[in-house]
């Protein structure tokens, strides 16, 4: 009797077979969900950096670029200007109520932490009857009450008026009531002066002063002792005793008065 022996090659070699494609396509499906997986997190990773900017940033944005509140302007009754002045600079405040003039002293109202001359802002608002010369500067015309001394430096006090001719002068004079209408004005010229307001202001100590009626002179030089003493109880002549009441211009360099001069009028 023969026995034959069954040959098991084949069947294992299918089994293997087998056992590999299982394995081969397992490994495989892993690496799809891998990649599958890979591409959800760079997908997820765009999103979130393409996101706008939060609303924090914005209203930051927004806050530093807002108008700050303007300052709430004085009452109708009040005017106050502060400007720096050379030789220390001092400031000019000027207080008016009710149609009556009172003055604050400069030196009081205005301090400032620089001992340097300071000059005429060309962007100072003018005050009415005030020009701006090309250097900056400021000439007034005004009927000055008050020239004194106090501290080691000089000090003067007009009252501001206008120097006007021509029509305008004709105009203002029947608006005020001094002329008719068709009257001839006499010397062509009017002083308006329809405040009384009194500001101070500091006196150079290099200040150029001329006159245009003492001595029978135009622009006639004085010291500053001799224009101080127009305005005290002793002038220097009979002729100089007038002087006080008659009209002066002055150039101010900030609040510091550099010159002054005598207004002829005719």
Same mark, same amino acid.
């Given at each position: 009797? $023969?026995?034959?022996?069954?040959?098991?090659?084949?069947?294992?070699?299918?089994?293997?077979?087998?056992?590999?494609?299982?394995?081969?396509?397992?490994?495989?499906?892993?690496?799809?969900?891998?990649?599958?997986?890979?591409?959800?997190?760079?997908?997820?990773?765009? +999103?979130? +950096?393409?996101?706008?900017?939060?609303?924090?940033?914005?209203?930051?944005?927004?806050?530093?670029?807002? =108008?700050?509140?303007?300052?709430?302007?004085?009452?109708?009754?009040?005017?106050?200007?502060?400007?720096?002045? !050379?030789?220390?600079?001092?400031?000019?405040?000027?207080?008016?109520?009710?149609?009556? +003039?009172?003055?604050?002293?400069?030196?009081?109202?205005?301090?400032?932490?620089?001992?340097?001359?300071?000059?005429?802002?060309?962007?100072?608002?003018?005050?009415?009857?005030?020009?701006?010369?090309?250097?900056?500067?400021?000439?007034?015309?005004?009927?000055?009450?008050?020239?004194?001394?106090?501290? !080691? $430096?000089?000090?003067?006090?007009?009252?501001?008026?206008?120097?006007?001719?021509?029509?305008?002068? %004709?105009?203002?004079?029947?608006?005020?009531?001094?002329?008719?209408?068709?009257?001839?004005?006499?010397?062509?010229? *009017?002083?308006?002066?329809?405040?009384?307001?009194?500001?101070?202001?500091?006196?150079?100590?290099?200040? %150029?002063?001329?006159?245009?009626?003492?001595?029978? &002179?135009?622009?006639?030089?004085?010291?500053? &002792?001799? *224009?101080?003493? *127009?305005?005290?109880?002793?002038?220097?002549?009979?002729?100089?005793? *007038?002087? $006080?009441?008659? =009209?002066?211009?002055?150039?101010?360099?900030?609040?510091?008065?550099? %010159?002054?001069?005598?207004?002829?009028?005719?």
């Amino acid at each position: 009797m $023969k026995c034959v022996r069954r040959s098991r090659s084949g069947t294992g070699a299918k089994s293997k077979a087998g056992a590999v494609a299982v394995v081969g396509a397992a490994l495989g499906l892993t690496l799809v969900l891998a990649l599958l997986i890979g591409a959800c997190d760079a997908g997820s990773s765009d +999103s979130v +950096s393409s996101r706008p900017a939060s609303n924090d940033t914005s209203l930051e944005s927004e806050m530093s670029t807002a =108008p700050s509140e303007p300052e709430s302007p004085s009452s109708g009754e009040t005017e106050s200007t502060g400007v720096g002045g !050379g030789d220390g600079g001092t400031g000019e405040t000027t207080t008016v109520s009710s149609g009556e +003039s009172t003055t604050v002293s400069s030196a009081e109202a205005t301090t400032t932490s620089s001992s340097l001359p300071q000059t005429t802002s060309t962007t100072q608002k003018l005050i009415s009857g005030e020009t701006r010369l090309d250097d900056g500067k400021i000439k007034v015309m005004g009927f000055i009450d008050r020239v004194w001394e106090s501290g !080691g $430096k000089r000090w003067l006090r007009i009252d501001y008026a206008e120097f006007l001719t021509g029509d305008e002068a %004709r105009e203002a004079a029947i608006k005020a009531g001094q002329l008719s209408p068709g009257e001839e004005l006499p010397n062509d010229y *009017f002083i308006r002066n329809e405040s009384h307001t009194l500001r101070e202001y500091q006196v150079s100590s290099s200040v %150029r002063i001329t006159t245009s009626t003492w001595h029978g &002179e135009q622009e006639f030089p004085v010291t500053w &002792e001799q *224009f101080k003493a *127009f305005w005290s109880d002793s002038p220097p002549d009979a002729d100089a005793a *007038f002087l $006080k009441d008659s =009209p002066w211009w002055i150039i101010r360099d900030g609040s510091l008065v550099v %010159r002054i001069d005598e207004q002829y009028l005719p």
